[in-house]
């Protein structure tokens, strides 16, 4: 199988994303310049959920343990679920609403990677919320060409194209993640799990009835 050049790109755009989530965590002196104060938790988060999409778009690029993503994105789901009604609501920059649209987009991450339950309802819900969340970034992408700066346009623009790309992965899984194993037996649902493969690998063929061990043959 040829990789997607579409999966391919957007895995290469969510890598930028993380590069750029990286390069503000270990920039703490010019977010402060900038923006007037710095969040090392907010730098860290996102810049993991956008290496996130790229484990999902092209596993093996990044072939990392499924248990690895769940365990990683549960904790930060709870993280910002607790800041949200505790130490988040001394940082005068910080709003509660923000802490939990948050940990709805960590626990939206985890949900693509351990697929618990499966069901129409659930499908419809993450949908929703992701194109609430994206409906929130085109405004705020449209405020940030009133005030332009790369850094308010980069973070706004990470979050959209995050949010379309959930859209899809939620609605059309089998198109925007081709390298899962869909039907895995043992992981029914499963999304972004252990069942991904790489692009030009064949798949091993079916042991023919006369290669198989035991295998008795009938003369008639």
Known sequence: MTASPLIVGLSAWFALGAAFYFFRLFSPAYLRRVNGYFDVENE???????????????????PLPVLFWQVLFAVGTLWYLVRAYT????????????DLAHAAMLGGMWWMFAMPAEHLFLTVAWAAYWTWFGGYYVYRVYNDFKKPHWLGFGQD??????????????????TYMPYHDHGHHHLPGDICGPGAAKPDVPAPELAKPDAQPGHQHHHH
Not at 87 to 98: A, D, E, I
């Open 157 to 174: 623009i990470a979050h959209l194209t995050m949010a379309v790309v959930m859209v899809l992965m939620t609605i059309w899984p089998q």
């Open 44 to 62: 860290f988060w996102h810049g993991a959920c956008l290496l996130g999409m790229v484990a999902c778009l092209t596993p093996w690029v990044l």
């Open 87 to 98: 130490w988040g609501k001394t940082r005068p920059f910080n709003k509660r609403w923000y």
